[in-house]
């Protein structure tokens, strides 16, 4: 598997980044704001791709930010994995796009447990707990909620990530004593969705085309169960 060549397409947030590979060359593109990117989503793939010597012919895998988060970008990112696989056939990855943020954390601040809150407008929230290195394991999974009443589970210290914190500061108070650190600037890369995807491309964790659905939690269509990481 040492010259797998991958895409991976993220765009749950303000930001559309995309990451390809072909082997140990690595490239990532992270644009903001994702609204005036996501019209040119296909040019920018392919312009990541060939960066790293490959185009969408050489593709082994696909993967997507499968949200939760923006509705459109979800849907745009589900769209170009989904169209590729049909394409070209080939596997699909699915990964949570907060796992991804969690994953981005570590890189970032290193190993540790991350509470995420992101706004998801008209008074709701999507949260998830994290432990988060190279590969998170989620400890609370990904959930929408009412901020008002959300209760992170467990007691270890943990750092905050998201813009949820700030949209809400009573539930920013409320976890005041156990945040060691708040990071809301942070935003979920394909860099992290990439070695993700790899490993588990590399373990077999795939999906069909049909089944790369977008993530939307409270709404349908929701996550294939037992297959994906979700």
Known sequence: MSGVCALAVEAATAQLSLAACRGARVEVRDLQPAREHTDRVYAHAAAV???????????DVVAF??????FTGVRVAA????????AQDLPVVRVSSLAVLAAGAA???????YAICQDARMGQAYAALYEAGPMPVA???DVLVDPLTLEFPQTTPCVALGDGWAAFPALHERHRTRLTALDAALLPSARDLLSMALEDF??????RAEQALPEYLGQAPARVPGQGRS
């Open 107 to 113: 890189r970032v601040h290193g190993p540790g447990c």
């Open 79 to 86: 769209a170009v994995a989904q169209a590729l696989a049909f």
């Open 202 to 207: 590399r373990a077999g964790r795939t999906l």
């Open 49 to 59: 791709l060939e960066a790293v010597g490959a185009d969408f012919g050489t593709l």
């Open 139 to 141: 400890l609370m999974p």
């Open 65 to 70: 930010g499968c949200g939760p988060g923006s």
